[in-house]
């Protein structure tokens, strides 16, 4: 099993940037593909970008040239770099991982068949 926690949230105004990390622990997230979601009070998660056990990515289109996922299999790691931020990317990010090591495009789609995540971050980006 393995537990990840989040760090590098926070505040910035419109077309700032921040790096997101993910940390795992208790297993290498070496044979896992790995990705980060959002998701609001209330609502459902959605995929933003993953990166399969190939190293394969996916991005949703929303984030597509702006976030750049990407991962350290070293140091059991896993980062977002998010630029040119916008309000709208205003969120709570959660990073995520599955031990089925499925594709990059499927996790991004489905986001809910990740089998474990962390606490999460708060992304907030002000106009």
């Known amino acids: 099993q393995v537990q990840l926690v989040e760090s590098g949230g926070g505040s910035v105004q419109s077309g700032g940037s921040l790096r997101l990390s993910c940390a795992a622990s208790g297993h290498t997230i070496g044979s896992y593909s790995m990705g980060w979601f959002r998701q609001a009070l209330g609502k459902e998660r959605e995929g933003v970008a993953a990166?399969?056990?190939?190293?394969?990515?996916a991005y949703a289109d929303s984030v597509k040239g702006r976030f750049t996922i990407s991962r350290d299999n070293a140091k059991n790691t896993l980062y977002l770099q998010m630029n040119s931020l916008k309000p709208e990317d205003t969120d709570m990010y959660y990073c995520a991982a599955d031990s089925e090591c499925r594709s990059a495009w499927w996790l991004l789609s489905h986001p809910a068949w990740y089998n474990y995540w962390g606490q999460g971050t708060r992304v907030t980006v002000s106009s």
């Open positions: 990166i399969d056990y190939n190293g394969n990515t």
